[in-house]
Each structure stands twice: as structure tokens, then as C-alpha cells.
């Protein structure tokens, strides 16, 4: 049972929330080894969100650190990390599941997906998504080689590590505990939990 105040994302599915300018986003993996798509729209233009290849180019790194300011599409800081108390392993590189992606692992059948889950928590809240940016995939471990090959591997965080985010202008923000099940980025068993966040 979440403690009150703290809004759940459900296994494999997505939630949306509005945050004010100067609110803290808490992003909890609460069972550990849990995957949080992340996103960010600004609430006076959804056609402005957080960015990960202006946040790339604007920190000079693949992996924001706490202190960062991430970027949206208009060059302009919308979140920042203020607080992770995870190992600080976390993608800026990887698409959001989708469809498309599921049929080439082989599924026949529909598979839930972070693309949809976006859509639909944006829905619950009579709002809709422009288009599906690429997230910030809190808590993934992701590899990259030297020679430029990479490796899905399970996360290295633990039960309730946190990344603490801190808005910079009043945003819609979005999550999706990504249903991957696979491939190994969501832990042994490649079983997708539950994680949750609180807005303070």
C-alpha cells in the first residue's frame, strides 16, 4: 500500500499528473529493478517537451547526474534532477516501447507498450499528446561497448531508490512502468511492478 500522497503507476501501464513551477517529482522504484518511462510536457504548449536529444547535446553526457537540467525541444530547462538515490543508471538513448517493437520480438498478440501507456494517462487527464518523444528511462541499464554495440540488461537499483526532479515551469509530467517483458530490463523474471510518485 502506497503512503498517502503517493499516486501509483501501475505495472504496465501509464499515469500523468500536473505540477506546478518549483514542485518536486518524486520517482520511486518501489519494488526495485523497475523501468519509469519519464516525460515531460510544458502546460501552456504540450508542443514543448523535455527532450532527450537537447538534453544531450546541452549536458555533453548520455546520462543526466543530479544537478542537470534537462532540455526540451525549445532549448529551455523543464525539470531538474535534484536528488537520486539510486547507482544513477539511467537512459536517454532508448525509444519507448511500442506496437511495432513487441511484433519484431515476436509477439503475436497485443502487448501493452510505454507508447500507449503515454497516450492513454494523457487522456485521463482530457489532454493529448502531440506526438511520443523519446523519454528519459528512469532506472534503465543500458551498456554501450566501445564498438558501439549495447546489451538490455536488468536494472541495479534497489527496492524504493528515488530520483527526486524539480519542475522549472508548470509542466504535465508522465510516467509508464514499462511492461517489457522480453527482454531483461525489468529484472529476473523480466516482471514488470508497480512504481509510484509523489509531488510535493
Not at 519507448?96 to 497516450?119: P, S
Not at 528512469?138 to 534497489?158: R, Y
Amino acid at each position: 500500500m502506497a503512503e498517502s500522497g503517493v499516486i501509483t503507476i501501475p505495472a504496465r501501464r501509464g499515469k500523468a499528473a500536473r505540477a506546478k513551477k518549483g514542485q518536486h517529482i518524486a520517482v520511486i522504484n518501489t519494488h526495485g529493478e523497475q523501468v519509469v518511462d519519464t516525460w515531460a510536457f510544458a502546460a501552456d504548449d504540450l508542443g514543448e517537451f523535455m527532450s532527450m536529444e537537447h538534453t544531450r547535446a546541452a549536458l555533453g553526457r548520455l546520462i543526466p547526474r543530479k544537478g542537470d537540467a534537462l532540455s526540451t525541444n525549445h532549448r529551455r530547462p523543464i525539470l531538474t534532477i535534484v536528488e537520486d538515490t539510486s547507482p544513477g543508471i539511467h537512459d536517454t538513448l532508448i525509444a519507448a516501447c511500442d506496437t511495432w517493437r513487441y511484433q519484431g520480438l515476436g509477439c503475436k498478440e497485443y502487448h501493452h507498450n510505454c507508447t500507449d501507456n503515454l497516450h492513454a494517462a494523457m487522456k485521463e487527464l482530457g489532454l493529448e499528446a502531440p506526438e511520443t518523444p523519446s523519454p528519459l528511462n528512469l532506472f534503465m541499464n543500458i551498456p554501450w561497448a566501445e564498438n558501439g554495440e549495447i546489451t538490455f540488461e536488468a536494472p541495479v537499483t534497489k527496492p524504493g531508490d528515488t530520483v527526486t526532479l524539480r519542475a522549472e515551469r508548470d509542466l504535465v509530467i508522465a510516467f509508464s512502468a514499462c511492461p517489457q517483458d522480453m527482454l531483461p530490463i525489468n529484472g529476473i523474471g523480466k516482471r514488470p511492478t508497480e512504481a509510484h510518485f509523489r509531488i510535493f
